[in-house]
């Protein structure tokens, strides 16, 4: 029997100052470069928390537009706005920088944020109104500190610093004084991942009606590593995210694979469930510091805001079938494996039309295909192209090669099959998953009967293989059927004993 | 351009002269395509990496442009670059990398 | 005269655009020795 997507959440927090502190590409021009134009001009087109919400991708992310609706506005997007744009959405929330960094310290557990005392006093009256901000979460707030502490921390103790509106407002301590996997640096980004991790689970949870008690099992698939020098990459982000969530009967693990990882965890989750080992698994990743601002001198120069200020989570739950959510297809699962090639063709054919052949699909016998769902809006104007349109037309390209569809409609199969992009440039976030949320609702609203979730990943980065990878599976409609073909029932086993034994007693009487 | 690769294209043309070295690029559209280009000839236009002010003024084309494919075994060709023949604007990285060679190569 | 016959090619690939293992096969065939090969990532 096959599992269901039986909810999702989407969420972003807001932090132009880490944009500034932490994305990779600021940091290094401030070695390479430190007098730089682009560093001088870089704070005057950082945006406002206000102009973050109403922005129309970040509105589609949260779910409070569909992505069609964000087909109809004319792009570029960065100088467009959703009238009356909520920080809430169907999916998830915006949540602003002042309120992350509580989160962060919320979500530390070693004491190693510390926080200015007025800036938790005055943040803490406000998270106390956040609806998912419960009375046990808030009270992991710790008090404050007095600033000179703090200060202090930074200018001697190699802390990483926390500002809120240009003034330092806390700081990330180091966990050792020569352990570089337990540096500040290190530790911030960590716990940026864990509290974005931690939004979404609080968040799916929420939104879908879900009891925290019933989760079994997380996987967090985001593309950090926590551990210390004797076990770098030790992990277990899952668990520490369930811990803070208040999923009590969850246990959990981590799955890394760069952007393709998402898709990789929800085919492992989706096959735990399958297979009876749990039957609640909940898949979330948190956001990445590194990638703030990661293409911002092209924005700069371009005269654009910095589009790359916001962190990015996610959270999706699998389930036993209820007959009701959409199924996940594992025997429509696409994989690109060692032999496959890294000629373009090679891989968009073993991702999507391997799997389809396996079931005598065609290419247009898949409504939606969800890929590389980066906001174009980033990408364009730094040179990547609009890169859910580039998979589309490989896509479509592939189809009119195998003879699905004809070369004049390549252009309206990018339009009926595919969709504009929405996701930030957040690795792994845009890779496929954010369309899960959308597609279970038009799945279950009879929009679409079917949608291909594609991941791939830039394995080469990491300098350990040069090979690419990618893997792909199939939601579609619930058939309905929610007991298993070929089980029998007590009933039918009772009547099979008594006839066996019928047989046996007849065999007997006969000899 | 990464900056890793421009410390690389850098050593390369001390070890091995620029006059013998030819850049194949295969960027996803003609705005990226020129300013590597612009990188490996007239120096990194961005000034952020060891190309800064270097003018090395390599041999450079993109992979689809007509000079490449012309000497590619063109099976070979269709196999790794055919389907993204139909998926980049072609016409537009020539367009981008043609008046940078033109400038910029020393070698041509 | 041949553009990468006996030439030494050095390739940056772009993981949107064509990955350097692609372009790796194309100029080999064309009896060009490739020197450094890499994919950059801007997503």
Redesign the interface.
């Known amino acids: 029997m096959n599992s269901v997507i039986k909810g999702a959440s989407y969420i972003l927090a807001f932090t132009p100052e880490m944009v500034m502190q932490n994305g990779t590409t600021q940091t290094t021009e401030k070695i390479v470069n430190p007098e730089s134009e682009y560093l001088k001009q870089l704070e005057s087109h950082l945006r406002t928390y206000e102009q973050v919400v109403s922005y129309p991708p970040n509105q589609a992310y949260i779910g409070n537009i569909h992505p069609n609706e964000l087909a109809q506005i004319e792009q570029p997007w960065h100088d467009k706005a959703i009238e009356g744009a909520s920080r809430f959405g169907k999916y998830g929330e915006i949540m602003p920088e002042d309120e992350f960094i509580c989160l962060m310290q919320i979500c530390d557990v070693f004491d190693l944020v510390k926080l200015d005392k007025s800036f938790v006093a005055a943040t803490k009256e406000k998270l106390e109104q956040h609806p998912l901000m419960t009375a046990d979460i808030i009270a992991r707030l710790k008090e404050g500190e007095d600033a000179e502490l703090i200060s202090k921390l930074v200018s001697e103790e190699h802390s990483e610093a926390l500002y809120y509106n240009k003034e330092l407002v806390g700081c990330v301590k180091r966990a050792h004084d020569v352990d570089v996997n337990l540096s500040a640096h290190v530790i911030h980004e960590n716990l940026t991942s864990k509290a974005t991790n931690v939004l979404s689970l609080l968040n799916l949870v929420a939104k879908n009606n879900i009891n925290k008690e019933d989760i079994d099992y997380v996987i967090d698939c985001s593309e950090e590593a926590c551990g210390d020098m004797n076990q770098r990459g030790g992990g277990n982000f899952a668990k520490a995210c369930a811990e803070i969530a208040g999923f009590v009967n969850a246990t959990g693990s981590d799955v890394r694979g760069f ?1 393709a990882a998402p898709t990789h965890a929800l085919i492992t989750a989706a096959s735990l469930v399958k297979a009876g080992t749990f039957k609640n698994v909940v898949v979330s990743a948190g956001g990445c510091t590194a990638k703030l601002g ?2 911002g001198k092209d924005h700069v120069k371009k005269g654009l805001p910095i589009l790359e200020d916001v962190l990015g989570g996610f959270a999706v739950l699998v389930s036993a079938n209820d007959g009701i959510n959409p199924e996940i297809r594992l025997d429509l699962v696409g994989r690109h494996s060692v032999g496959t ?4 063709q090679a891989v968009i054919s073993a991702l999507v039309t391997e799997s389809l052949d396996r079931a005598n699909m065609k290419i247009t016998d898949i409504d939606k295909y969800s890929a ?1 769902m ?1 906001n174009p809006d980033i ?1 364009k104007p ?4 609009d ?1 859910p349109m ?1 998979n589309y037309k490989m896509i479509g390209a592939l189809g009119v090669k195998r003879g699905d569809i004809e070369k004049k409609d390549l252009a309206s199969f990018t339009v009926d099959h595919g969709m504009v992009g929405w996701a930030p ?1 957040q ?1 792994h976030i ?1 890779s496929g998953v954010p369309y899960v949320g959308i597609a279970r609702q038009d799945i279950l609203d009879g929009k679409i009967k079917n949608a291909m979730i594609i991941g791939k990943g ?1 394995l ?2 990491g300098r350990m293989t ?1 090979l ?1 990878d990618g893997v792909s599976f199939v939601i579609e409609a619930n058939q309905g059927k929610t007991k298993e073909e070929g089980t029998v029932s007590e009933e039918q086993i009772k009547g099979l004993i008594a006839q066996a034994l019928k047989n046996f007693a007849s065999n007997l009487l006969a000899e | ?2 900056l890793e ?1 421009q410390k ?2 850098k050593e ?1 043309a001390e070890k ?1 002269g620029a006059e ?10 003609g705005e ?1 395509s020129g300013l ?1 280009a612009e990188t ?1 000839t007239n120096g990194d236009p961005t000034f952020a990496g060891p190309l800064t002010g270097v003018q090395l003024g ?2 450079v ?1 993109h ?2 442009e007509p ?2 494919k012309n ?3 063109a099976a ?2 269709d ?3 055919g389907m ?1 023949e139909m998926v ?1 604007d072609v016409d537009d990285i020539i367009a981008e990398m043609t008046p940078i060679r033109e400038d910029f190569c020393k070698y041509l | 005269m ?4 006996g ?17 790796e ?3 080999k ?2 009896g ?1 020795e490739v ?9």
């Open positions: 952007c990661m293409n090639g890294s000629s373009p590389e980066q990408t730094a040179g990547a192209g890169v580039a440039t690795g845009p830039s080469f980065l040069n690419f | 351009m990464d690769n690389r294209v390369f091995y013998n070295l030819v850049v194949v690029l295969g960027a996803a559209e990226a590597a490996v390599l041999t084309y992979v689809c000079e490449i000497e590619v075994d070979v060709y196999e790794q670059v993204m980049l | 041949s553009l990468l016959q030439k030494k090619v050095i390739i940056i690939g772009d993981r949107d655009g064509i990955p350097g293992q692609a372009i096969e194309c100029v065939t064309a060009a020197i450094f090969s890499s994919t950059e990532c801007f997503v």
